[in-house]
């Protein structure tokens, strides 16, 4: 059984940062692409940023230059450093993985539960 854990979410202040954290445990063989998406009420999830298992990057053009995801392949862990947030970024995050369990070579997408993340005065 995997299990992705998400933490970090709350309320914040316009300006200000928080670190979501994503801890995947299990019968893990091997983690390929990690990733943080976003659902806001009454709209569709979106991709925040997304990060291969070496190291690559992609972003949301909202949050490129604010938002930073990086993992750490020994923990199962993937981050995202989210500052300078906006009313705008305040949705449920949720964080993905594409991962093969133990004896198999197939690579299947496990999400997390959510966390919320609120930005607001």
């Known amino acids: 059984q995997v299990q992705l854990v998400e933490s970090g979410g709350g309320l914040v202040q316009p300006g200000g940062s928080l670190r979501l954290s994503c801890a995947a445990s299990?019968?893990?063989?091997?983690?390929?692409?990690m990733g943080w998406y976003r659902q806001a009420p009454g709209k569709l999830r979106e991709l925040v940023a997304r990060?291969?298992?070496?190291?690559?990057?992609n972003y949301a053009d909202s949050v490129k230059g604010r938002f930073t995801i990086s993992r750490d392949n020994a923990k199962n862990t993937v981050y995202l450093q989210m500052n300078s947030l906006k009313p705008e970024d305040t949705a449920v995050y949720y964080c993905?993985?594409?991962?093969?369990?133990?004896?198999?070579?197939?690579?299947?997408?496990?999400w997390g539960q959510g966390t919320q993340v609120t930005v607001s005065s």
């Open positions: 993905n993985a594409d991962l093969a369990t133990d004896g198999s070579t197939l690579y299947t997408r496990y």
């Open positions: 299990g019968s893990i063989f091997s983690i390929n692409r």
């Open positions: 990060i291969t298992s070496g190291g690559s990057t």
